[in-house]
């Protein structure tokens, strides 16, 4: 499998309920269930019903659009939720979800996690299983970022 410095689709299409079925320029195929953010993702709302089908490649690949909507979503992002979403296990999903979310480069990722940035590339693209000491990092590294939130809010 080739690996992408930057995800672009090559094609695209809309499939019964919220669905798509992505195909990468490097081959990768997903298909990628998009119903838990038409209902969370106020942007995307008026994406449900009939309107989802109306999607296309934009940009030469690199986003999804639906026209009409003026809606457009990255191949970048739909690479991620694709890979959280066919993720092998708990702990892989719990990484790949967690660097999704807060947007961390390898380096990022490995900084705040105190690993190398290579083994942060080989649990992101699946070619290593993600250790459950990992998985719980991630965990308390949110828990740690929310308190001074937290605190602010309280004192306030």
């Known amino acids: 499998m080739a690996s992408m410095k930057r995800p672009r689709l090559q094609a695209v299409q809309a499939l019964p309920d ?3 079925e992505l195909t990468f320029v490097d081959g990768q195929r997903f298909e990628l269930d998009m119903s838990y953010d038409l209902e969370t993702c106020q ?11 109306d999607v296309v490649l934009g940009d030469n690949g690199w986003t999804v659009e639906w026209p ?6 990255g191949a970048d992002t739909l ?8 993720a092998k296990d708990e702990n892989t999903r719990i990484f790949m979800t967690w660097r999704a979310r807060h ?3 390898l380096d990022q ?5 105190g690993v190398k940035p290579r083994s942060i590339s080989r649990y992101s693209n699946g070619r290593e299983v993600v250790p459950r000491t ?4 991630c965990l308390g590294w949110e828990r740690l970022e929310e308190q001074p939130k937290a605190q602010a809010a309280s004192t306030g």
């Open 68 to 73: 009409a909507l003026d809606i457009q979503i």
């Open 43 to 53: 942007g995307l709302k008026p994406l449900k019903g009939k309107a989802f089908s």
């Open 103 to 105: 947007r961390m480069t």
């Open 134 to 137: 990992l998985a719980l990092a």
């Open 109 to 113: 990722a490995a900084n705040a996690l």
């Open 18 to 20: 919220a669905r798509l």
């Open 79 to 86: 690479y991620l939720d694709s890979l959280v979403q066919a």
